[in-house]
Nanobody
């Protein structure tokens, strides 16, 4: 699976952005999809993930819970991250990633559980 993320940009605090990630291949629905981010000088951290198949299972980092929503569209091979009420601390490069997991109820949240990564898209939130 090859991934390409886009939709980043510059926004004022309190604003919204929608990130999208397009995946190649015909087995997209077999992968758990996740979003991670990395701010300057910090390690890559988990943001959100949606389980394989119908995407009934989702997980969110506490720092973004209630503000971000992850969703997947298997017909279009895409996963989106809707980001609302953005804060300056959300500024980072955002990466989408995919993980092959056999069970639909397992949604990994650590980077080393994800096998494929997109190139990243910059999100800058001004205070």
């Amino acid at each position: 699976v090859q991934l390409q993320a886009f939709g980043g940009g510059f926004v004022q605090a309190g604003g919204s952005l929608r990130l999208s990630c397009a995946a190649s291949g015909r087995t997209f629905n077999q992968y758990t999809m996740g979003w991670f981010r990395q701010a300057p000088g910090k390690e890559r951290e988990f943001v959100a993930a949606v389980g394989r198949s119908l995407g009934l299972n989702t997980r969110y980092a506490d720092s973004i819970k209630g503000r971000f929503t992850i969703s997947r569209d298997n017909a279009r091979n895409t996963v989106a991250l809707q980001m609302d009420s953005l804060k300056s601390e959300d500024t980072a490069v955002y990466y989408c990633a995919s993980a092959y997991v056999r069970r639909m109820d397992i949604v990994p949240i650590t980077p080393n559980e994800y096998q494929n990564w997109g190139q990243g898209t910059q999100v800058t939130v001004s205070s």
